[in-house]
C-alpha cells in the first residue's frame, strides 16, 4: 500500500494554469502505475491521464489532450498535473491514484477505471473562476 498527498490546487482564473502534484511514500514509486482523476460537484469521478511506473508511456483522456500533460519524477517519488487553458469546467476535486494491476498498461479499459486503482490521496481542490 502507498500514500499518496495531492497539493497545488488552488482558485485560478479562466485561461490559467496548475500543476498539481502527488507525494508518494515508499520505495516501489518507479513499479507503479499512476493515474490523475476528477470529481466535479454533482458528478461521477472521471479519469483524466494515467502514467507507467518509468514514465515512458502516458495516457491522456482525449477531451484532455493539448491543455493536461501528465508526468512523474521517480528520484522524488512525485507525480504531476500540468493543467493549461482552464475553463470553469475544469473545477474539480483532482485525484491521484496508484496501482499494481498490469491490466492497467495494457488496456485502455482498465486504466481508466476508477475501480483498477487500490490507492488513492485526500485530493486537491480546483476552481476555476470566470
Known amino acids: 500500500q502507498v500514500q499518496l498527498v495531492e497539493s497545488g490546487g488552488g482558485l485560478v482564473q479562466v485561461g490559467g494554469s496548475l500543476e498539481l502534484s502527488c507525494a508518494a511514500s515508499?520505495?516501489?514509486?518507479?513499479?507503479?502505475?499512476m493515474a490523475w482523476f476528477r470529481q466535479a460537484p454533482g458528478k461521477e469521478r472521471e479519469f483524466v491521464a494515467a502514467?507507467?511506473?518509468?514514465?515512458?508511456?502516458?495516457y491522456v483522456r482525449d477531451s484532455f489532450k493539448g491543455r493536461f500533460t501528465i508526468s512523474r519524477d521517480n528520484a522524488k517519488n512525485t507525480l504531476y498535473l500540468k493543467m493549461n487553458n482552464l475553463t470553469p469546467e475544469d473545477t474539480a476535486d483532482y485525484f491521484c491514484?496508484?496501482?499494481?494491476?498490469?491490466?492497467?498498461?495494457?488496456?485502455?479499459?482498465?486504466?481508466?477505471?476508477?475501480?483498477?486503482?487500490?490507492?488513492w490521496g485526500q485530493g486537491t481542490q480546483v476552481t476555476v473562476s470566470s
Open positions: 491514484a496508484a496501482t499494481t494491476n498490469r491490466g492497467a498498461s495494457l488496456s485502455w479499459n482498465i486504466r481508466r477505471s476508477a475501480a483498477t486503482y487500490g490507492d
Open positions: 515508499g520505495d516501489t514509486f518507479s513499479k507503479t502505475f
Open positions: 502514467i507507467s511506473g518509468s514514465g515512458m508511456n502516458t
